[in-house]
C-alpha cells in the first residue's frame, strides 16, 4: 500500500523539548501539506511544500515551527521548545497536482503529540 | 477566505436509517472533497466533489457550486459509519479550508 506514510503515530514529549515528525507522501506525489488539528475542531492548514521548497506557510506559527522537504527523504514537521498547546493532531497531506489546480488530498494517519 | 459550515453538528441514527449532511461555503469553489474519520483517527477520502453527482456504494454525493453547497447522503447506515464527516473547499488555493464536522453516530 503505497499511502502516505506519517510516524511517529504517537509522541510524547515535555515541555522545552523538540518534536519532529516525518511524512513520505505516496508515491509520485511531489505535493505535501501539513494540517493541525486540535480536540474536537477540523483541521487547519500549515504549510504546503514541493520536493526542497515551501510554496506557502502562511498557516505556520512564524516561532518555533519549522518545515522541510529535501530532495531525498520524508518531509519533516519539526516544533522547537514545545508548549503544551502544541499538543494536537498533525496530519500530512499529499497530492498528485497542487490543490489550486484542483488536486485531490490524500491524508496519512497522523501523528498525536502529546505535551507533558 | 472561503467559510465553511456544516450542518447539522451532530447527528444520532439507529442503524438502517438514512441521513443528509449539508456543506455551505461563502465563495466559488473548484476543489471539494468529503472526508469521514473514523473513531481511531483516521483521515478517509469519501468523494473528490467540485461540481455534480458521485455514488459509491450506500454514500452519494451533490454539489450545487452555483449555490455555493455540497450534500453527503447516507442510506442504510451502519455503525462502521459513525465517525466525523468533513467538508473541504479551496478555489485556486493551495489552502483547503474545512468545516468543522459533522458528528455521526449510529446505534445498533
Given amino acids: 500500500n503505497a499511502g502516505v506514510m506519517q510516524n511517529p503515530r504517537h509522541l510524547v514529549r515535555r515541555r522545552g523539548q523538540e518534536a519532529r515528525l516525518r511524512c513520505s507522501p505516496m508515491k509520485g506525489h511531489s505535493h505535501v501539506y501539513w494540517y493541525r488539528q486540535l480536540p474536537e475542531e477540523g483541521l487547519k492548514f500549515m504549510v504546503y511544500l514541493q520536493k526542497e521548497n515551501i510554496i506557502d506557510e502562511s498557516g505556520m506559527p512564524k516561532e518555533r515551527f519549522s518545515a522541510e522537504f529535501p530532495k531525498e527523504g520524508p518531509s519533516i514537521l519539526r516544533i522547537q521548545q514545545v508548549v503544551r498547546g502544541d499538543s494536537a493532531a498533525y496530519f500530512c497531506a499529499s497530492s498528485p497536482i497542487p490543490l489550486a489546480n484542483t488536486g485531490e488530498l490524500f491524508f496519512g494517519e497522523g501523528s498525536r503529540l502529546t505535551v507533558l | ?108
Fill in chain 2, 1 to 108: 477566505g472561503i467559510q465553511v459550515e456544516q450542518s447539522p453538528p451532530d447527528l444520532i441514527l439507529q442503524e438502517g436509517a438514512n441521513s443528509t449532511l449539508r456543506c455551505n461555503f461563502s465563495d466559488s469553489v473548484n476543489n471539494l472533497q468529503w472526508f469521514h474519520q473514523n473513531p481511531w483517527g483516521q483521515l478517509i477520502n469519501l468523494f473528490y466533489i467540485p461540481s455534480g453527482t458521485k455514488q459509491n456504494g450506500r454514500l452519494s454525493a451533490t454539489t450545487v457550486a452555483t449555490e455555493r453547497y455540497s450534500l453527503l447522503y447516507i442510506s442504510s447506515s451502519q455503525t462502521t459509519d459513525s465517525g466525523v464527516y468533513f467538508c473541504a473547499v479551496t478555489y485556486n488555493n493551495n489552502d483547503m479550508r474545512f468545516g468543522a464536522g459533522t458528528r455521526l453516530t449510529v446505534k445498533p
